[in-house]
């Protein structure tokens, strides 16, 4: 069974609570070794190299960091997460998650990278257990731009550029598009 059937399975009850989901994550995630680590590591360096120039090696701290911190804590979270998510919005971004998975897995050299099952798990506990953008605070983007975080709501400077790009998670991410932050 994945993941992904594991997280479905969810759906068969009639609410589903950040702590069942929060369960099955921190199974996943605690499977997860240095080693994988490692090649998760290299994997995001190798995919910054499409990045400009200008902003990459910022972008890649941050996000590295983040990458890993962020492993490291869903695996020791052990907070009492009693609130219910919107059932509908999780599994439809199941799909999301899975079909880039997927499209991660045929681009990897290795069965046994497990960099495609590390972006699902961070992004189900960023998304529908902390409630926070996927990308953090901070993170450079091109122009100067950056995540920001202003009365209780994150924007995004590029969600507007990848919310169509089927590999990307901006459709699930609950940042709003930073030129809505204009507009108030």
């Known amino acids: 069974m994945t993941i992904f059937n594991e997280l479905r399975e969810l759906g068969n009850n009639e609410t589903i609570s950040k702590n069942d989901i929060l369960t099955i994550i921190k199974h996943y995630a605690r499977k997860m070794r240095l080693y994988d680590e490692i090649i998760a590591s290299g994997y995001l360096k190798k995919e910054g190299e499409y990045i400009q120039k200008s902003y990459r090696e910022e ?43 997927n499209e991660q897995m045929k681009e990897i050299d290795s069965q046994s990278n497990k960099t495609p099952l590390m972006y699902t798990i961070i992004s189900i506990y960023t998304t529908f257990i902390l409630e926070e953008s996927i990308h953090p605070i901070n993170t450079p983007f091109p122009a100067n731009q950056k995540i920001i975080f202003k009365n ?24 709003h598009e930073i030129e809505e932050l204009d507009n108030k």
């Open 59 to 101: 972008y890649l701290k941050v996000t590295i960091k983040y990458f890993l911190g962020r492993l490291e804590k869903i695996k020791n979270d052990d907070n009492d997460y009693p609130k219910n998510i919107k059932k509908e919005n999780f599994l439809n971004s199941l799909n999301i998650l899975e079909n880039q998975y």
């Open 152 to 175: 209780g709501i994150y924007y995004c400077p590029v969600k507007h550029n990848n919310i169509k790009n089927p590999t990307a998670l901006c459709k699930l991410c609950i940042a």
